[in-house]
């Protein structure tokens, strides 16, 4: 292989690492290393050996195991059968135009540009660099091109797990605590010359609520449930105590679904299970159910009632406003995400939710991704 060739492939490798990395792998410098080395022991024009070896040595665990086939197509791009430069397809422009670039030239020539930099090509594809990232956080659940789902889905999972493990960790740092944490200590004594002078301790947190999730999934709240169910996954996966419900007219129990490593499993076990999809919405009837049945067990002073809705109530406002009365008795906060919230001009004045809005403790919008970050200071 000739130099340029070689040094472009370099290239490409490096930025698949840093690809690789934005969408949730776990892997440092040293990865990166082991695979420009892999690649100069292979037949890089052999598109399956190539792949192999990169999935050998980028992928530390099953999850990124099970993900790295579909991002490598991604990145490499799918229309020859070796690997190709991502300057075509990771860049965002239309396959059209990564195809007439690559005529007559090797698929190493182009060295990918720098994500920050791309922009977006004439169809309005998605880019996918930082600033691409910081734009799909504000983007409405309601307005999301159909090119950008899959990556927001993506996007969204990574964010809102990181979120729950920063939320699930057992110690905080502290001014003062019953434990020294010695690895901050050891980094402070560095501007000392290694004496420990100032000590970080750690302190235990307190006991976590326990957080009871109710997700409206009629009609009116199409656009923005299933993104409100990865929300709730995510919580799921990471505090030992999460019971998760469904309701339009009635109320279904999701907990047990969601208790699965993989999302992709949980949907598709979810979509097979009645719960009213798309259709009405009885909020206090289901909140009547919901306390007939579980209430007893599950609401207490070390709850946080979680309502994610419009608040578009086709049954009998009186009937909420007693529900919501018993429940804000019963649990320590009362929380009613409401994705209308993000909306300019939005008020509260429907009969539902002029009915709830006295016994609720924090009214939050819930219609973009960084509006459900917004949450972790309130959890």
Not at 118 to 133: I, N, R, T, W
Not at 248 to 271: C, E, F, G, N, Q
Request: glycine fraction near 6%.
């Amino acid at each position: 292989m000739r130099k340029e060739h070689t040094e472009h492939l370099a290239s490409s490798i490096v930025e698949f690492c840093r690809f690789l990395r934005d969408h949730g792998f776990s892997g440092d410098l040293r990865q990166t290393i082991t695979a420009l080395e892999s690649a100069r022991t292979i037949d890089v024009g052999d598109g399956q050996c190539f792949a192999c070896a990169m999935q050998a040595t980028l992928c530390r665990n099953r999850e990124e195991w099970e993900r790295f086939p579909q991002l490598f197509r991604r990145f490499w791009g799918e229309s020859h059968p070796r690997p190709q430069s991502a300057a075509g397809e990771y860049k965002g422009r239309s396959k059209n135009e990564a195809k007439d670039q690559s005529r007559g030239s090797s698929v190493f020539l182009d060295r990918p540009g720098k994500k920050s930099e791309a922009a977006p090509d004439e169809s309005g594809k998605a880019v996918y660099g930082a600033s691409a990232q910081q734009r799909l956080k504000k983007v409405d659940f309601s307005e999301v091109p159909f090119d950008d789902q899959a990556e927001l889905e993506d996007l969204s999972l990574r964010m809102l797990r990181r979120m729950s493990l920063r939320l699930s960790r057992r110690f905080k740092t502290s001014g003062r605590g019953d434990r020294v944490d010695l690895r901050r200590s050891i980094r402070r004594s560095i501007a000392t010359g290694g004496e420990p002078i100032r000590l970080a301790f750690k302190a235990r947190k307190p006991e976590k609520y326990k957080l009871v999730i109710l997700l409206d999934v009629s009609g009116s709240m199409n656009f923005y449930s299933l993104f409100l169910v990865r929300f709730a996954y995510a919580l799921q996966t990471c505090f030992d105590r999460v019971d998760t419900f469904l309701f339009s007219t009635s109320v279904v129990k999701i907990s047990d679904l969601l208790r699965t490593r993989s999302l992709p499993d949980a949907l598709r076990r979810l979509s097979q299970r009645a719960a009213g999809w798309s259709g009405g919405t009885k909020i206090g009837e289901s909140l009547r159910q919901f306390s007939r049945l579980h209430g007893s067990k599950l609401l207490s002073r070390d709850s946080v009632f979680i309502l994610l809705s419009d608040g578009w109530e086709t049954g009998d406002p009186q009937l909420l406003a007693d529900q919501m009365r018993d429940a804000s008795r019963r649990v320590h906060k009362i929380l009613w995400l409401n994705p209308l919230l993000g909306l300019k001009d939005y008020q509260p004045l429907t009969r539902g939710m002029a009915a709830a809005l006295p016994y609720i403790d924090v009214f939050a919008p819930a219609h973009n991704l960084e509006s459900l970050l917004a949450l972790e200071k309130i959890l």
